[in-house]
């Protein structure tokens, strides 16, 4: 008999539904019958429909904006099942809110990623599997198990099957030096060489460009990133990636924020497709003619299962 269960249970909050039906199928399970409410007053109220009592469960929950509703969300019914004996609780959240604020920046700044990981922890979650985290230290916040899966494999299988046997016609760029990592594990799963754009930031949500670092001249560019917010650096490290004479510009990353003016600017920019993951949902208003959004609930479920029969989730990094 498995230590931490009689059986698996996949929940959804109200933030990621469609990406729990799916991941829901990927297994063959039905859905854990649930319902998330808002009182007039604005509280969240969370009833569990399903007995939980000894059952491994997984809340699927990006906590994308609205952020602080959702993590509430997320927080309250991981609560209610720890009250109704579930014997192992992992929270699934796609996107990780929070997590660009992972250090002091100033004097008598709060590092609210580690806020919200032990309130994760104090709601009585027993795991994390998260995706791209922004920092990766963040995993070292939680006093609980933390599996960080990648959005790289499933971005660089995507293009790998577009580019075939033309590698020596692209080059993945970083868009600054801290996705240099991030683009170099890309380059090598595409076989493409890495260039990288270096930039320097004037004041808060400003970025200038100032040099690219390699060779983009007559090249399609791949540019690859974590999260596309405000758009900004994507943005100026295409229009530099062009004015050095590259012939295209995709884009690549796992989480399509897109806050203030980044549909906008997109819009204006010189990049030819955007690509990105559904670990936050997209609304209609946010979806461009050419952005593609590929599904991440395949690698998730996988994930799930191998937690849940206490396999190793490195593998699925290869």
């Known amino acids: ?56 469960c997984f809340i699927v929950q990006s906590t994308c904006a609205p952020v602080n509703h959702n993590l509430m969300e997320l927080l309250i019914m991981t609560d209610a099942m720890k009250r109704a004996s579930a014997a192992r609780i992992t929270a699934v959240i796609p996107y990780f809110g929070y997590a660009r604020q992972d250090r002091k920046a100033k004097a008598h700044d ?68 801290g996705s240099v990592t991030r683009a170099r594990n890309f380059a090598e799963r595409v076989g493409c060489p890495l260039a990288i754009v270096d930039k320097r930031r004037q004041k808060a949500n400003v970025c200038e460009v100032m040099n690219i670092i390699g060779n983009v001249k007559d090249k399609k560019v791949i540019l690859v990133d974590d999260m596309i917010d405000t758009a900004g650096t994507l943005c100026n490290a295409a229009k530099a990636i062009m004015d050095n004479g590259a012939k295209q510009v995709t884009a690549c990353a796992t989480h399509a924020v897109l806050s203030g003016p980044a549909m906008d600017r997109i819009k ?25 959004v590929l599904p991440v609930a395949p690698l998730f479920a996988e994930a799930i299962e191998r937690i849940y029969q206490d396999k190793p989730v490195s593998p699925l990094f290869r």
Do not use: W
């Not at 698996?8 to 990621?16: L, R």
């Open 268 to 292: 204006a920019s010189p990049i030819k497709e955007v690509l990105v993951l559904d670990t936050i949902p997209l609304a209609e208003s946010k979806m461009l003619p050419n952005m593609t």
């Open 110 to 177: 709060p590092i609210t990623a580690k806020l919200v990981a032990d309130l994760i922890t104090a709601a009585g979650a027993n795991r994390v599997l998260t995706m791209d985290l922004h920092a990766a230290q963040i995993q070292g916040f939680f006093n609980i198990p933390v599996d960080h899966l990648l959005g790289v494999p499933v971005l660089a299988s995507h293009i790998k099957s577009r580019i075939a046997d033309h590698e020596d016609e692209y080059v993945v760029v970083s868009p600054d030096l």
């Open 1 to 56: 008999m498995s230590f931490h269960g009689k059986d698996i249970k996949i929940f959804s909050a109200s933030a990621s539904p469609k990406t729990a039906e799916q991941i829901a199928q990927c297994l063959g399970l039905p859905m854990g019958k649930s319902e998330v409410n808002t009182f007039s007053d604005g509280e969240i109220s969370v009833s569990i429909y399903d007995s939980v009592r000894g059952s491994d």
